[in-house]
């Protein structure tokens, strides 16, 4: 599986929506459900999924998809 | 120009029905090509809505809701984001008598379940991503006939239904039949601390108090462009974003993004806002931006600035004082009582931290433990005295509950607060142990009940504790079944199942194992030893304690 498809999985379980089908340019506003606080639920289980932690000035940054793939990837 | 509503001209010829006075009443005044809503979703792109479109799309939800077979006194759920489907549907179905609940796009299916199994609802409206939640429960929920959903273009089968075609054909102009002041309108469920939701069921009545307080708190005028943050899920939003203003005819922005500190100050100053109304854990997260981020806009239309769903603390006050030179407006009601009960607001002094004093005719009273009134500045039950026009009329099929809420001539809100010498009244907590997380109350049965289906957990205990930012953040203590052990990867799937399962508001922010989780004997979990445990402070009698 390459990073993106098991980042869309990870959002798929964190979201509850099989449908879910991930693009770079995503952002809060094209997910439902996207919310401060499943944010924390989805920034812990990519932690889970590739083994990685963030920090808290890289949380910041993230403003779609593509930047929390890239940073994902910068990792493994 | 058209004149203001007065109250007394809210109600003509005895015609209460909420969606014809928001409505087909606003166009009656004149009104009809005045703006009622301009919509922006959360990329920016807008639609917006005059009052004779409200009315007439309005008129169609109800006309497509009776033609399906629903009759008035129907339960219909609204289970969607802030989208304009929301409010012709909401509008609609109060035209048709039909009670109508909006539900928060981010419940679970455990809490879809609750709530529409117990008001056995007859239809729901939801937009496509949500047809896996209620196709996973509609087995269970023999009642309900239809799912309409606002983005399919055509009929699914087994009740599934596209609303664009049935909107496609109904016709817009359905008259509301004349409506009694006593008809049954808005359902909105609540928690408890023990036990599922309840429903609190308001009348059409309401609209009378939730019109008088847009007019004496928030004083909004007829030239004012309002906006109101509050997801309609909530009753803020409904009272607030669509029953109160739009009863006055004041045209409102509803904005359908998340919480995004750029997004809201550009859309205050560029749809140039007169009148918002919001929360303090929106205002508190405000705070963390730096103050030149506020200097880049220019906000001078804003005129008042009012909050609710939590205490205000001084802090923001003062912050607001600060930046924007003005007041912060606290209002305190609640879900039973429909509409502001208690408020600072323009006109009159604010004391930082302070709820302000009752409205003219509302009865306040501090109630101690004995049932006697408590004296000044003490500490005690915040109770009403009954019988202002938005009191909830029931919690839907639940009348014993309803009636342990009144208790020698007041209903006691939940809340305790203190009273000072000058008649302002002060928040000091709740009396029970509903949690207060960013003006949402969460029952901590609800969340002890879903991490108990997570495997290897044998006993849960939920309490509320202070946060800075969401005033009261959920914090979860388990004890784990023998040769079970709690590790990260349980306390991930805890947090997923309970946001997934109740809601996101519910996720609790720390798990906390204990050996076992203290009970009476009668096995009831002892939340104040738990609270006390957490807090560090006095455990209090626990003779009572299972041991």
Known sequence: MTPMERLEKVFRVVFDDDEIALRPEMTANDVDGWDSLSHTNLIL???????????????????????LLRSIESKL | MVTPISGHDLIADNQYNIGHICTRHQCELGRADKLAMKWIG????????????????????A?????????????FFIFLPKVPEVYFAFL?????????????????????????????????LARKSYLKKLLRIRGQLPELKYILVTDIDEHQGDGVLSLPKLMSTAP??????????????????????TGKPKGALHGHRSVLMQNRTVREVLQLRDDDLYWCTADHGWVTGVSYGI?????QGVSQIHFGGAYDPRQWFELLQNEKVTAWYTAP????MLMREPDEFFREFDLSPLRDIFSVGEPLNPEVVLWGRRLFGKDIYDTWWQTETGAIMIASRPGREVIPACMGRPLDGIEAAIIADDGTPAPVNEQGSLCLKPGWDSMF???????????SKFKNGWYFSGDTARRDEAGNFWFMGRSDDVINTSGHLVSPFEVESALLEIEGVAESGVIAAPDPMLFEKVVAFVSMKPGCEWNEDIELKARLHVSNRVSTMATPQEFIVLGNIPKTKSGKIMRRVLKARYLGTELGDISTMDV
């Open chain 2, 42 to 61: 959360p990329r920016g792109e807008t639609s917006s809505h005059t009052f004779a479109q409200l009315d007439r799309e309005s008129s169609k939800c």
């Open chain 2, 92 to 124: 609609g179905a109060l035209k048709a008598q039909i009670i109508v609940g909006p539900l928060f796009s981010n419940f679970g299916d455990e809490a879809l379940l609750d709530r529409m199994s117990d008001s056995g609802a007859r239809a729901i």
């Open chain 2, 172 to 193: 817009d102009d359905f008259v509301a039949p004349l409506t009694p002041p006593e008809t049954p309108s808005v359902l909105h469920y609540t928690s408890g601390s």
């Open chain 2, 243 to 247: 029953i109160g203003p739009w009863s």
């Open chain 2, 281 to 284: 854990t929106a205002l508190r």
């Open chain 2, 393 to 403: 009329i029931a919690y839907y099929k639940h009348e014993d509950i309803y009636r």
């Open chain 1, 45 to 67: 289980s990519v932690e889970k999924e590739f083994g990685i932690k963030f920090n808290q000035r890289e949380l910041l940054t993230f403003k779609n998809v593509g930047d």
């Open chain 2, 63 to 75: 006309r497509v809701l009776l033609d399906l077979g629903l009759v008035p006194g129907d339960v």
